[in-house]
């Protein structure tokens, strides 16, 4: 997403023109220009640059040390009051996002999240080359915990620890939340960035990866996190699919393995039904250790000849006993309550399966090979694989 296509998505969140500027006063990238424009925008863009008396006012506020956002009075100039927006790279000014305010309706707390969102993904297109950050925290976004760069992950992680912003070990927890990759990625980094201002448990947004928000926060504070990103999913109306989890471990010097195992946990939990849309990686491993497996259909038959014969030639029912006698340990009134038949039901099924199957219940490798394949079989069937 480069500086233009922000500038737009903002305009269109807003409703109102949005221009970025360099530290020079001249426009980096401007959205196309509503009813409110004055005199003093229209002669910035045509000149491509500020006028000369409306700049050196401006140079007399300092807005070159501007940390956070000043409303500016410019009818002096033919101008409406102005919302200046600083956008920085700790110490380092690398431009000003503008808002025409004066006469308009107010902002509101939402507008506010996207225009923070905004100014935090102007930040990224404006830093000179990917991965190139200052030495001070930026924004307390922390967004470089997921840099690309695995030096400056460490770091990050090393500086955030040492700022108490995070705990290294299990206390710390990474949630990813899957969406279903319709909102525009300024209306997601917004929900981030409102999910993070306004609750009460400590959540931090971290970014992006593969369609999930990533937010840290403390195991302590799991159920609190996940009911204020579920009210925050229904307040923005941006659906959420599933949430997966992930504890950091004490000894990994960065998020990166927890992020993955979130991200991972949450497809699982996106793909199988029986999770409820939640899934701590902790909870899944026996899915997880299938979710490694690679393959496609005709793979099903190498690793259970059982199986791919239930998958191919019996029905749900047969396929839901079978799944469920095994899940239950083969303990026939286990098996029984879950499926709420009586035992010579159950009897009388497991008698009528097929040979492949019947074999394989009398075998204890071929029993669990069945089951795990039919288990396979599940889930790449809810994350589209089959």
Known sequence: ?????????????????????????????????????????????????????????????????????????????????????????????????????????????????????????????????????????????????????????RQAFAEAVGRRLIARGPQTVVRAVLHDGEAAPLERAAFGRRVTASHAPVIRYLGESEHCLLFIGRAADGEAIDAALRSESVRRLLPVRAIGSAAHAHDDDDLTVAVARAVAAARLAAGLPELGGRADVADVGGWMLLD???????????????????????????????????????????????????????????????????RALDDGLLRSALHLTLKLARLWEGTGRL
């Not at 019996?314 to 095994?326: A, M």
């Open 292 to 358: 490694a497996v690679e393959g496609d259909r005709s793979s099903l038959a190498v690793f259970s000849p059982a199986a791919a014969e239930l998958l191919e030639h019996g029905d749900e029912v047969q396929r839901h006993t079978i799944e469920t006698y095994l899940d239950a340990g083969g303990h026939a009134q286990l098996a029984c309550d879950r499926l709420h038949i009586h035992r010579t039901t159950l009897y009388y099924r497991l008698d009528n399966m097929p040979a492949s199957v019947r």
């Open 1 to 153: 997403m480069n500086l233009q296509d922000i500038v737009d998505e903002l305009a269109r969140s807003l409703r109102r023109s949005v221009v970025v500027n360099d530290t020079d006063y001249r426009p980096l990238a401007v959205s196309a220009q509503g009813d409110e424009i004055d005199s003093l925008r229209m002669e910035s863009l045509l000149r491509r640059e500020t006028p000369v008396e409306a700049r050196r006012y401006l140079e007399t506020l300092r807005l070159d040390t501007l940390q956070q956002p000043i409303t500016i009075d410019l009818d002096a100039f033919g101008g409406r009051q102005r919302l200046a927006v600083p956008i920085r790279d700790g110490e380092r000014l690398l431009g000003v996002l503008w808002l025409i305010v004066g006469g308009l309706p107010a902002l509101s707390g939402t507008d506010l999240a996207s225009v923070n969102a905004a100014v935090e993904l102007a930040r990224r297109a404006l830093l000179p080359e990917p991965g190139t950050h200052s030495r001070e925290r930026s924004d307390g976004s922390l967004m470089r915990l997921l840099d690309a760069d695995p030096v400056v992950r």
